[in-house]
């Protein structure tokens, strides 16, 4: 296995920092991303980073190995990876649904990624209903509410720690009673803008209600 480089880490944090809208597993790579801000460039590894490696990992679900961190060469295969019916069942104190290793990890890490991606395309179109309004053709209601429940449904008990979840359930509530067409009603535009907000996503210069400027476009494909 090639070590990563200092910078390769560095980027790798940023990209889910970028991303991430866990609050607990995003502090932890901000630790982890301050931790390797001390490591030289073809220096050994800080004990530090391996420390905020860790908690992150832990954050992420992942499991310490059996043998502990220090003990586990990294080459072990372990029955849960391998998907054997021989592996232990996890401890019922663990989260339901959390991951049980790095490719589950990250395998929930894309698809929460893609959620967000979707939900904030559909949102900035729903901000900004006169751009809305010029469309030819609207995606349906179910569709609107598949998308928002794509960004909910992960979470499970850890749902209401997250900033976004009140405007997002009150966005998918308002658009479970709307019937999709030209005109947006006032108070979805509201949720949809306050949901943008919850997510870290700024108003434009402008305003919502400003200039025009060229949107996504809402569609019906499920990206």
């Known amino acids: 296995m090639r070590r990563p480089t200092r910078s390769e880490v560095l980027a790798a944090l940023d990209d889910f920092i ?6 607990n597993s995003r502090e932890r790579a901000r630790e982890f991303r301050e931790a390797a801000l001390a490591w030289r460039e073809g220096d050994e590894i800080p004990q ?22 220090e003990n586990d060469d990294g080459y072990q295969v372990r029955a849960i990876d391998r998907d054997t019916d021989g592996a232990e ?11 049980r290793s790095y490719s589950e990890a990250s395998k929930k890490a894309a698809q929460l990624a893609q959620a967000v991606a979707g939900v904030v395309n559909l949102a900035e179109a729903l901000a900004l209903p006169r751009a809305w309004a010029r469309a030819t ?15 909910l ?33 006032a108070d979805v535009s509201e949720a949809a803008r306050d949901l943008l907000a919850a997510l870290g996503i700024e108003e434009p210069p402008g305003g919502w209600d400003g200039p025009e400027r060229p949107p996504e476009g809402p569609s019906n494909d499920r990206g």
């Open 153 to 185: 449904s992960p979470f499970g008990a850890e749902l209401d720690q997250q900033r976004f979840a009140a405007p997002a359930r009150r966005l998918r509530a308002l658009l479970s009673a709307w019937e999709p067409g030209p005109e947006i009603p």
């Open 18 to 23: 970028a991303y991430d809208v866990l609050e």
């Open 89 to 99: 069942p996890p401890p019922e104190s663990e989260a339901a649904g959390a991951p």
């Open 137 to 151: 053709s609207w995606p349906s209601r179910e569709h609107l509410v598949e998308h928002v429940d794509q960004l």
């Open 48 to 69: 530090a980073v391996y420390e905020a490696a860790r908690r992150f990992c832990l954050s992420l679900g992942v499991r310490e190995p059996a043998g502990g961190w």
